[in-house]
Nanobody, 123 residues
Framework: QVQLVESGGGLVQPGGSLRLSCAAS????????MGWYRQAPGKQRELVAT???????IYADSVKGRFTISRDNAKNTVFLQMNSLKPEDTAVYYC?????????????????WGQGTQVTVSS
């Protein structure tokens, strides 16, 4: 069983910064990609950023230049540094882990999701 635990959300003023963390625990040999998605009230969940185990990063256009995703493969942890936050960044942010293997020869597991952490940008 794999669990993803997020931390770092909260309330911040426009222009401020927050850093989200997500740690994957359980029997894990490797994870292909880890990422962050968000869902605002009344909207669909959308991709924010993802990073592969070979450090390929993809960002949503709306966060390019403001957010930075990084990863500690040894600790199965992914981070999202969010700078220059805007009110439209307000959402529940979910961590995602995809392509998990429990051993080098095991088949990949289904994607896993964290429980979500609230980010509110408001003055």
């Amino acid at each position: 069983q794999v669990q993803l635990v997020e931390s770092g959300g909260g309330l911040v003023q426009p222009g401020g910064s927050l850093r989200l963390s997500c740690a994957a625990s359980g029997i894990i040999f490797s994870i292909d990609a880890m990422g962050w998605y968000r869902q605002a009230p009344g909207k669909q969940r959308e991709l924010v950023a993802t990073i592969t185990d070979s450090d390929i990063r993809i960002y949503a256009d709306s966060v390019k230049g403001r957010f930075t995703i990084s990863r500690d493969n040894a600790k199965n942890t992914v981070f999202l540094q969010m700078n220059s936050l805007k009110p439209e960044d307000t959402a529940v942010y979910y961590c995602n882990a995809d392509g998990i293997r429990t051993t080098i020869v095991a088949p990949k597991l289904r994607p896993y999701w964290g429980q979500g952490t609230q980010v509110t940008v408001s003055s």
